[in-house]
């Protein structure tokens, strides 16, 4: 196939003045939208969607791609500066982004995120512009046993997110776990845990979860201590040499596996950086510093992030597979335009594929481009006054809560989450093995269950197939390395503050 | 306690007077303000498809905007019950209602959390019939094969439908009823949606999938899937060359179809329901709105208010009769 040149006539189109304005409105949009507590890029791509179709098809879907890597940078924007991540794929960024800002190195964490979330949305352009069909076949071979395979591998992350106490990490797991199961079970549609009540039935929204466990109890938790914002003075914005040589490491491997893993339909952001970070902690050489600052735990799950995302195109575009609940939105956006995802796309409208594809690389720089500069003024935010920011907050909390799906027992729900976050972090019980588990859980029971119908209900079909025996045999094994591990940091935090530590 | 009971009556009071006198002398004007037209599911499916082609369509014609809002949840249920029984009957909420919110939903509970009494049609819009799919390089090379196929050896066949109550498994029963095979020697995988089902199939992790033509249509172009029969009276334009299931001479009659519907709260002022009627017929019969159509693949057929009555309540029947039989009514 001849790429290149197609890929320079893409090139050509997408760089016409038009379409480039569309790429810079999209990503100023997409982060203003995604900076919103609880608004991450599938409410920012739904709510814009509709101002979008007054354009003709190429500059429209370019301006929804734009709005979508946008909207991602925005939700890491606040995830490190006021530790409250727009969307589920920050959790892991908060961990380490937000004691960094309070180191004053806010900045610094920022321009890492910048540049590892343009280091793996340039890398995964590439492959979808080289691979994909290809790569979209290969996806397709994983089944349900090998996707509950991958599921009990992630499921081990929750030891070593739990370094203050073991048995906490896992009670919150449970607890995740176990809020998971309010609603209509997957696959029996029997209503679990609802008492008979319309609104429990379709359970308890993510976003309204995450918006109450993280962004509302922070405003209690803020007012509370009477905070101002961050108050040490943050200098230097951009990152030094020594913290690039120090993050690109983990950059590089946040984008492996966050674009492997992406490339599976079913493999959302929100599982893939929790791996990512998972794996940079088990190989630091001083994992105790994690959760405290480290610039590796914000470098990593950025990548993946961004990787994960462009990898997701790849389904999308050579099978109409969207991989997670904003590419989904994108389809819609592509279909209502006539533009049917595969590979006949790519036959019957090479000028719009190409378009898109070279507009995925400039809306990258342009986030780039765009984002550096402006980390000054996101960082100008955390100097606002606590007492004007924090009710801000609520404000926006609230009605992100409620855009999601224009429920206000969504609003109810991240009200009750915002008491009990606040509580939970009051008593330093970890938050991230509970949204962790929140969304793993039924996923493995899907998994669990399809692989089972599959097999006529022998369990034996997890260990036939040779890829979901890796997976488990391998999950297994690093469950027991990061008990380990665990221990070892357990011991050195204590060591070195004499205090315990909480995620 | 008399304080609070004083003031919700002054409340009921002033929301009477602000109700009643504009919502049925006014039909002549409407609409005067922006309409909701609820969609129960998430953005980027196929009833999302269609109110957005409805919305903009119906939005230039009169001249007032039309807000597509999606209120998914509990299967649609949620989003169903905000658009009929929380919403104003005056015109400006519209549910597009379709077969999971009406008559599937109806047939498989003894108590619906919502009837048929609590809607008025104006019409039907859609019917995208089912089609069976296997994947591209299977060996059965008609409907015929595979149905003697599945007799000879149920216990072999793996088949993905979604959720344990949905198109996918009614169509199924429907035909291992009519092929006289045990539906439970079957074995039935439930995923999350026809794109989920159709990676399975495509990946060849199940052998048949069950879904609607427009839902295909993606794994079809990319050449990963064939459809060996549509379960339709007639062909279907975007399909030519797939025949009936009732010309291979396997199944009779269709009990089971992808529908979509302009359903008002009951109670809605009459000669609104009319104009939507009448906008409704016009519509489907626009060029500019069947090409729309055509790109998303959605087979336009359109039913007025009172036939559309008729065919929910037949698929009422005959769901509850399939709901009971299969074991899931409850």
Known sequence: ?503 | MSCPRIRTLVCALLAALLLVPPAVARAQDYPTKAIELVVPFVPGGGTDLIARLVADYMGKKWGKPMLVVNKPGGGGIVGARAALKDARPDGYTILVDIHTTSSMHIGAWKTPRLVLADRTYAARIVRDPMVFAVKADAPWKNFKELSDWVKANPGELIWSSVGPSGPSRYTAYDWFTQIGVDATRTRMVITEGAGDSFAKLAGGHVALAIHSVAEANAMLKAGKIRLLAVLSPTRIKYIPDVPTAEEQGVMKGVRVQWWGAIAFPAGTPDPIVKKWEAAAAAMTKDPAFLAGAERISMNIDYLDAERTRAFVEQEVAGYTDMAAKIGIRR
């Open chain 1, 1 to 503: 196939m001849d790429v290149l040149p197609q890929l320079a006539h893409g090139f050509g189109a997408a760089l016409s003045p038009t379409n480039l304005l569309m790429a810079v409105v999209g990503s100023l949009l997409g982060t203003l939208v995604g900076v919103l507590p609880g608004l991450g890029p599938t409410a920012a791509i739904a709510i814009l969607f509709p101002l979008t179709t007054v354009l003709p098809p190429v500059p429209a879907i370019i301006m929804l791609a734009a709005i979508y890597y946008g909207a991602m940078y925005g939700g890491s924007t606040t995830a490190i500066l006021l530790n409250i991540p727009g969307e589920v794929a920050s959790v892991p960024t908060c961990l380490d982004g937000y004691p960094m800002a309070r180191q004053g190195r806010g900045g610094v964490a920022l321009g890492i995120s910048a540049i590892g979330s343009f280091f793996a949305g340039m890398l995964g352009v590439t492959a979808l512009t080289f691979f994909a069909p290809f790569l979209a076949d290969q996806a397709l071979r994983f089944g349900p046993p090998e996707y509950f395979g991958l599921m009990v591998l992630a499921f081990t992350v929750v030891a070593s997110l739990s370094s203050a106490s073991l048995v906490k990490g896992f009670a919150m797991a449970a607890l995740g776990y176990f809020l998971s199961l309010i609603g209509l079970g997957p696959s029996t549609a029997e209503p679990r845990f609802t008492f008979g009540w319309t609104p429990l039935m379709s359970g308890v929204e993510l976003i309204a979860l995450v918006v109450g466990l993280f962004a509302l109890s922070e405003v209690f938790l803020g007012l509370e201590q009477s905070r101002v914002a961050i108050a040490e003075k943050i200098t230097n914005v951009f990152p030094r040499w020594a913290d690039l040589k120090e993050a690109f490491p983990a950059i590089l491997r946040g984008t492996g596996i966050g674009f492997f893993l992406g490339l599976l339909p079913g493999c959302a952001p929100g599982v893939t950086v929790f791996m990512a970070y998972d794996a940079e902690r088990r190989i630091a050489k001083h994992p105790e510093r994690f959760g405290r600052g480290a610039i590796e735990g914000v470098a990593s799950p950025e990548s993946a992030n961004n990787a994960t995302s462009s990898a997701g195109f790849i389904p999308l575009l050579a099978l109409g597979i969207p991989a997670s609940a904003p590419l989904a939105v994108l389809l819609g956006g592509l279909l209502v335009y006539g533009l049917q995802p595969g590979p006949l796309l790519f036959q019957k409208n090479p000028d719009f594929v190409w378009t898109v594809i070279a507009s995925l690389y400039i809306g990258n720089i342009v986030l780039l481009i765009l984002n550096l500069p402006l980390i000054g003024m996101w960082v100008w935010l955390t100097r606002i006054p606590y007492g004007i920011l924090g009710p801000l907050i609520l404000l926006l909390s609230v009605l992100g809560a409620y855009s999601v799906r224009n429920s206000m027992f969504d609003v109810a729900v991240s009200l009750v989450f915002g008491a009990i976050g606040y509580f939970l972090r009051k008593y330093q019980w970890p938050l991230a093995p509970l949204l962790l588990a929140f969304i793993l859980g039924p996923l493995l029971e899907k998994y669990m269950i399809q692989s089972l119908s599959m097999s006529g209900g022998s369990p034996l079909i997890f260990f036939q197939r040779w890829l979901s025996l890796v997976l488990i045999v391998g999950a297994a094994l690093l469950f027991l390395a990061s008990l380990v591990l665990v221990r070892y940091t357990g011991r050195r935090v204590k060591e070195e503050t004499a205090e315990e530590l909480a995620l």
